[in-house]
């Protein structure tokens, strides 16, 4: 079955870059994603990369797939305060339903 | 701009009552989900459902039912809450064929 891992705490310093690793499972997934929720919130999408791609870029943020290690990073270049918050990884496989698999999320914690 | 409401931010009942969230889309979306979240745990699909009247069970559909009389409109009902139900609960609605969820703000469940 399908099942999504991150670690559940990262701290960093403010202005440094956050690497935020996630390994997945199932190696039938379609879309993979980082969502971001900031204290008493819902979850935000940030951004999304097909299974087709290796590396995606928008911003501040870069997203990198090992498809082969089922591996998958989010860094955050020039961290700030208000980066702080849960991130959440998440998959969809291909056929039937849009079912999303969400990782455990991790928390970071930006230090000014 | 999507938007996704819940009927309660915070909600606090006694075991053994019955318990409604109530969630709301603006969108159209035919895709409507019910998540909780938990720490450690990440988010895991209760509930979700892709058109009205239709419901589907996810991962823990136990303690829990849905109802789907509108498109825009999806319940969550505990027939009898337990205190091993306390926990965040989200909502979130999407197209059939997109690639992203949205999310509502949660609501924070107690049951003592």
């Known amino acids: 079955g399908e099942d999504v891992e991150q670690s559940l705490f990262l701290s960093v310093r403010e202005g440094d870059s956050s690497v935020i690793n996630c390994t997945y499972t199932?190696?039938?997934?379609?879309?993979l994603y980082w969502y971001k929720q900031e204290p008493g919130a819902g979850l935000q999408l940030l951004t999304y990369i097909f299974s087709n791609m290796d590396m995606k870029q928008d911003q501040r943020l870069t997203v990198l797939l090992n498809k082969k290690d089922k591996h998958l990073s989010l860094r955050i270049a020039d961290t700030q305060t208000g980066d702080s918050a849960i991130y959440f990884c998440?998959?969809?496989?291909?056929?039937?339903?849009?079912?999303?698999?969400f990782g455990t999320g991790t928390k970071l914690q930006v230090i000014p | 701009d999507v938007k996704v409401t819940q009927s309660s931010r915070y909600l606090v009942k006694r075991t053994g009552e019955k318990v409604f969230l109530e969630c709301v889309q603006d969108m159209d979306h035919e895709n409507m989900f019910w998540y909780r979240q938990d720490p450690g745990l990440g988010l895991r699909l209760i509930y979700f459902s892709y058109d009205v009247k239709m419901k589907e069970k996810g991962d823990i559909p136990e303690g829990y039912s849905v109802s789907r009389e509108k498109k825009e409109r999806f319940s969550l009902i505990l027939e009898s809450a337990s205190t091993n139900q306390t926990s965040m609960y989200l909502c979130?609605?999407?197209?059939?064929?997109?690639?992203?969820?949205?999310f509502g703000p949660g609501t924070r469940l107690l049951v003592l």
């Open positions: 979130a609605s999407s197209f059939p064929s997109q690639e992203t969820q949205y």
């Open positions: 998440a998959e969809t496989l291909s056929g039937g339903y849009q079912k999303v698999t």
């Open positions: 199932d190696s039938s997934s379609t879309y």
